[in-house]
């Protein structure tokens, strides 16, 4: 992992960037109709808002509206079921601190498929901006290497984020990437379909015609 | 021919393909857990919890692959939560096989508290569920019920009783 050395070695150092500008970014970067699990809260409502378009919405993103912390399981089953498909999942660090054991099945699995986003502003925003353990210490990032996932890195700025994605679409993960964000509120809110939203991935993904 | 349970599940679980097995590890379910482990028809593994296995099966799911999660009685007892934020309202069909501790000889208290819960949450959610009892019954249950849980995209849950497995006896 040489190419990732020059990341900031901790949370502290990595910049503090905005959530819709960094998941335009991401999505911008998608071409071959990789999945997209969104997980709840802020972290959604910016997929969701970054995912439209001239030519409509892009299908192959999930919301979750409930069952937080299983975005990373989520993204996982996807990425079992479709091994030629890259998945990424979205995930908040309050929803990551929940369900932290996921990313040793990931590590355990070596799930080459899959990139996890992690969103870390260091707080539960949605219910008035407690602040969750990440702004106690903990690194998510480095909890994820003492996971098993070797590659995982803080993005340094807003290049350092595109160029990690870039690499985690090009070479075998599974990857992690831990990203600084700020408390910008999000730009849309996901509509709340779950009927919907399922039936649309599913087409998305090829699943149902 | 299957002649025991875990048999039963194995040969109905291939006629539906259900391909993928999360589990949470449970002293009663090893014979079950080996035979999958042991079929290459299946891709099995134990997650760190009942929730992210569900998640896991969801995901599945969604991208083409049918899904069972096996646990006991405890591990069912964290799982209100995803199953009436995920499973129900996204009409995800989960599959779910617990085997029953808490009753017929249970040992430890707090498997017999934590058992009661476990069907009133069923009911709460309307969730299809069956208490397995009988050999002689257990592939017709388990056919019905699969058909009828992708057909209507709907959970369902099969109890596995210590009458048809034997459950897991106090010793000291």
């Known amino acids: ?209 | 021919m299957a002649e025991t349970w875990y048999e039963i599940v194995v040969e109905v679980l291939k006629r539906h393909n259900v391909s993928l097995v999360t589990y949470v590890p449970d002293n009663v379910l090893r014979p079950l857990v080996a035979a999958i482990e042991a079929d290459p028809f299946f891709t099995a593994f134990a997650c760190t919890r009942e929730e992210e296995a569900l998640g896991i099966n969801a995901g599945a799911y969604m991208g083409g692959v049918r899904c069972i999660l096996l646990m006991q009685t405890s591990g069912f007892a964290t799982l209100p939560n995803v199953l009436a934020s995920l499973s129900v309202p996204f009409s995800i069909p989960t599959v779910m096989m617990v085997s029953e501790r808490g009753t017929l000889g249970e040992f430890n208290i707090g498997q017999s508290l934590v058992a009661r819960t476990m069907r009133p949450v069923l009911d709460a959610l309307s969730i299809e569920t069956h208490t397995m009892t009988r050999l002689d019954e257990a592939e017709f249950i388990l056919d019905r019920s699969l058909v009828q849980a992708f057909a209507t995209m709907a959970p369902v849950c099969f109890i596995l009783s210590p009458l048809l497995t034997g459950g897991k006896v106090f010793s000291k």
């Open chain 1, 1 to 209: 992992m040489a190419i990732l050395s020059n990341q900031p070695v901790n949370r502290d150092q990595a910049k503090v960037m905005n959530r819709y500008d960094i998941t335009r970014r991401l999505v911008g970067l998608l071409h071959a109709d990789e999945a997209v699990i969104g997980g709840i809260g802020y972290t959604n409502f910016d997929l969701w808002a970054a995912s439209e378009s001239g030519s409509g919405r892009r299908q192959q993103n999930f919301y979750m509206l409930g069952s937080m912390g299983l975005a990373v399981p989520i993204a996982m089953g996807v990425a079992i079921a479709q091994p030629g498909r890259k998945v990424f999942a979205l995930e908040g660090d309050g929803s990551m601190l929940m369900q932290l054991g996921s990313l040793c099945t990931v590590a355990a699995r070596k799930q080459k498929n899959l990139c996890v986003v992690i969103m870390d502003n260091g707080a539960y925003q949605i219910t008035g901006g407690q602040k969750t353990m990440t702004e106690q210490g903990a690194d998510i990032v480095g909890i994820a290497r003492a996971s098993g996932l070797e590659q995982s890195a803080w993005a340094a700025d807003e290049d350092a984020f595109v160029e990690l994605v870039t690499r985690s679409l090009q070479e075998d993960g599974p990857w992690l990437i831990g990203c600084r964000i700020d408390a910008a509120k999000p730009v849309d809110t996901t509509e709340r379909d779950p009927a919907r939203i399922r039936d649309n991935f599913m087409k998305g993904l090829g699943v149902r015609a």
